[in-house]
């Protein structure tokens, strides 16, 4: 869509680019505002060329045409000194002043505002001055991930492109070329769990999470597990990584969704049996337990009961119940329904 417009020299000046986090939006604007700032293309006008005069100063963050904001560290929202300078400096610095001067060394300028879904009113309204009549030459990319978070008087202003998150196996891929992963059913098992998003897949192999996912799933190997026990090591892990209340809650999350993808491993080996192929979602722990109550009554249906309960829980966790009450609670009734006679 860009190579056309650029192609028939019809860009806005406005982009919105809208889509889950960690799936490319701001590489994707920050490679095209390179592209936009280079002075050797060639036939591809996405192509920068990496080493003109435009290129060289973008690549070592110092192109005096390119801008960038979005949400300080730390902080939940864009403030207005970031857009229009601090309240001594009004008008005189910031997103909005920086764009109204010409460009310095290219033909245009080119603007990225990321996390524009968490502008404040005042930020909003600011940079809406400037969208409304955006400087000649100037061209602006906001990204965010919550459109319903933007003013729509902000929305009607940009052309609204939409992401897509990334497919399991590119998530996979981009795991294993950035070194992020001990091997490559790691990157499989996250991939699988973190709905196409490069993001979600990190924080999945944060290594504090996957020791906790260890925990849970050797214990949940043994048939004959301390439900309390286990939510008492698990509940304290999870206290040490989550700085809130919502953290423990997202990474309560976690671990029941871990819960439930052991359970559906083990499913599968019931269902397919040591003599077939490899599993996409190989859990060697799910193996051992699905062998292990294969040779009790009833195996799918003792499955088929963990796996509801389990999913029940997410629910519950959902529903503001005490976190560390809702993991006693589902670990306890897990144990007993493992529970081997
Ligand atoms: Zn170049």
Redesign the pocket.
């Known amino acids: 869509m860009f190579r056309r417009a650029i192609s028939r020299g019809r860009l806005s000046q406005a982009y919105l680019l809208v889509g889950p986090d960690g799936i490319g939006k701001q590489q994707f604007a920050r490679r095209l505002a390179?592209?936009l700032?280079?002075?050797?293309?060639g036939e591809d006008p996405l192509e920068?060329?990496?080493?003109?005069?435009?290129?060289?100063p973008?690549l070592a963050s110092a192109h005096p045409d390119f801008l960038f904001v979005g949400c300080p560290e730390g902080k939940r929202e864009i403030p207005i000194d970031l857009m229009i300078g601090s309240k001594e400096r009004r008008g005189q610095e910031g997103l909005c002043h920086d764009l109204s001067i010409r460009p310095l060394a290219g033909s245009r300028k080119v603007a990225i505002i990321d996390d524009a879904d968490l502008m404040n009113e005042a930020s909003a309204n600011a940079l809406l001055k400037t969208l409304e009549e955006p400087p000649e030459r100037a061209m602006l990319f906001l990204i965010g991930s919550n459109l319903d978070a933007v003013l729509p008087t902000i929305r009607s202003r940009c052309q609204l492109v939409r992401f897509s998150p990334l497919s399991n196996s590119d998530v996979a891929a981009l795991l294993v070329e950035q070194d992020l992963v001990p091997s490559r059913e790691e990157a499989q098992f996250a991939a699988a769990l973190s709905d196409g998003s490069l993001t979600v897949a990190r924080q999945l192999l944060e290594p504090e999470l996957a020791s906790l996912r260890s925990t849970l799933y050797l214990a949940l190997s043994q048939a004959n597990f301390s439900g309390l026990s286990l939510s008492k090591l698990l509940f304290e892990g999870i206290d040490k990584i989550s700085a809130d209340t919502p953290a423990q809650r997202v990474n309560i999350l976690w671990l029941i969704r871990f819960a439930v993808e052991f359970y559906r491993a083990a499913m599968w080996r019931l269902g397919h049996g040591a003599t077939a192929s490899s599993n996409t979602m190989m859990i060697p722990e799910a193996t051992a337990f699905a062998d292990q109550i294969a040779t009790h009554a009833e195996p799918f249906d003792r499955l088929g009961k963990l796996i509801d309960r389990t999913i029940t829980a997410a629910s519950h966790i959902d529903q503001n119940i005490s976190v560390a009450l809702s993991l006693d609670a589902l670990l306890d009734d897990l144990a007993g329904l493992s529970r081997l006679a």
């Not at 700032?37 to 293309?41: H, K, V």
């Not at 920068?48 to 060289?56: D, K, L, N, S, V």
């Open positions: 390179q592209s700032l280079c002075q050797a293309l920068a060329c990496g080493q003109c005069a435009g290129c060289r973008y």
